[in-house]
């Protein structure tokens, strides 16, 4: 069966190594913090301005001058500290931040990556997500596998406007876990629990490259 | 002691005219100078350029001056929370500017340090980088970039001095202490106004030297856009 938001969130929490500072996006990647190892540490960054986001306050908690990129109230952690935008992007520009989540529309074969925009529909500007896939090492895509009207959202190239250029190293769906290959094309690492190579190839409009045996994700 | 304080709001902001370029701080609601903004509805000004991150809700902070068509032009990284911000850009009413959300941040804080202009990795080949020049730098592209300044910056702290100098709170110091630097005069409204010398100078964020104008604002809503609770 496909995974559930909740399913994606687990598998990529499995990725993450302790010690490790990240950018979460909004979305099914802000659903990872909840689901990281006991023995894992490590401090989550928010674009506007804090490293050490906490979990969501209780009612008595909450603060409005505290938020995090998707304007939700937040709590900090101790040992947080707070800055402004500037340098926000800064240590992300500067590469300091190990691992960056975030969702797409689309992404390419080549690691190419669509979240911003639809040309006549949505127009909601790209806020942080062209400074971070820009200089990023570590990006992990979250998405479903195929858009709401049925079509692949992994592409030969990306229809939309781009986001950024041969950035993405990871893509997990909610049908498979794939990464980028160097030579270009999507390699096929894992399936979910039920879902058929076959599935994901007709899944997938871009070059699939395959090994003989894809082994089912462990959830 | 220079004493840059101004009574209120509507003192603060009254030699504001129409056609000037505006930045104002905060992030989506968080840390928005709400008493300057309730100050330009009652002045009516218009023609307003507005450099700031988000452009409100429809109904608090830059939606306000949206909705009463006193915006002629945005420059923001993410106006999704506002329907009327939407509905006049797809109609050509209003004119935006999207930039990546550093190359914002950076470009205002370049106007206020004197640099002209900078290379950034964000938005190489996107819309984003049209009519920019691409530079490789050790084996990397990257887009030039140029300083953003304001006629007025329109600042949030939580405390100030009447010397302009400013500690902000949370994550609503965002945005405000570079466009305290990029604007010609900034205007800083204050939760809690104090004699000069009563802050501790090793807690200051913003330096007094950046700021022209500084009053206790009254009435704060903070309004929370996505209230979270566990």
């Given at each position: ?14 990725e993450?190594?302790?010690?490790w500072y ?15 190892p006991?023995?894992i ?33 937040i ?32 992404v ?7 979240n ?9 500007g ?14 992990i ?8 009207s ?14 950024g250029?041969n ?41 699939l ?11 | ?36 903004i309730?100050?330009l ?108 300044k ?11 001095d ?66 979270t609770?566990?």
């Amino acid at each position: 069966m496909a995974l559930d938001k909740i399913g994606i969130a687990k598998r990529i929490a499995q990725e993450i190594q302790t010690g490790w500072y990240i950018n979460l996006g909004i979305g099914i990647p802000t659903l990872v913090a909840n689901y990281l190892p006991q023995n894992i540490e490590v401090v989550l960054q928010s674009e506007n301005g804090l490293l050490g986001i906490g979990p969501f306050p209780l009612e008595k908690e909450v603060d409005p001058d505290l938020i995090n990129a998707g304007k939700q109230t937040i709590t900090m952690l101790q040992g947080s500290s707070l800055f402004d935008s500037a340098e926000s992007f800064g240590m992300i520009r500067g590469g300091h931040v190990d691992l960056t989540i975030l969702g797409a529309m689309e992404v390419s074969e080549t690691g190419d990556i669509a979240n911003w925009k639809i040309p006549g529909k949505m127009v909601k500007g790209m806020g942080g997500a062209m400074d971070l896939v820009a200089s990023a090492d570590n990006i992990i895509v979250a998405m479903q596998h195929v858009s709401r009207s049925g079509n692949s959202k992994l592409l030969k190239q990306c229809s939309l406007p781009i986001t950024g250029l041969n950035c993405v190293k990871k893509i997990i769906t909610d049908l498979a876990v794939l990464e980028i290959a160097s030579e270009g094309g999507f390699r096929l690492l894992e399936r979910a629990p039920g879902i058929s190579v076959e599935e994901i190839e007709q899944a997938t409009s871009g070059k699939l490259i395959i090994a003989n045996d894809i082994p089912e994700m462990i959830i | 002691m220079i004493n840059k304080v101004v009574e209120n709001a509507g003192a603060a902001v009254r030699d504001i005219k129409d056609y000037s370029t505006l930045m104002l701080g905060g992030f989506g609601l968080c840390g928005i100078p709400e008493n300057c903004i309730t100050a330009l509805l009652s002045t009516g000004v218009k023609n307003l350029t507005c450099i700031s991150n988000n452009a409100g809700v429809d109904d608090f902070g830059i939606g306000l001056l949206l909705k009463t068509r006193q915006v002629v032009k945005m420059i923001s990284s993410y106006v999704g929370e506002n329907r009327e911000f939407e509905r006049q850009l797809l109609s050509g009413e209003l004119q935006v500017e999207l930039l990546p959300q550093g190359t914002l941040a950076e470009r205002i804080r370049a106007g206020g340090a004197g640099i002209p202009a900078f290379f950034t990795p964000a938005g190489v080949g996107t819309e984003v980088g049209n009519g920019k020049e691409v530079r490789t730098i050790d084996g990397k592209e990257y887009l030039l970039e140029s300083w953003l300044k304001a006629d007025f910056s329109l600042i949030k702290a939580w405390k100030g001095d009447t010397a302009g100098n400013l500690i902000f709170k949370g994550t609503a110091r965002n945005f405000n202490p570079m466009m305290a630097t990029a604007g010609k005069v900034t205007i800083a409204e204050v939760e809690e106004l104090v004699p000069s010398g009563t802050l501790d100078p090793n807690h200051i964020h913003t330096p007094g030297i950046y700021v022209q104008r500084i009053f206790q604002g009254t009435n704060y809503e903070k309004r929370i856009e996505q209230y979270t609770t566990r």
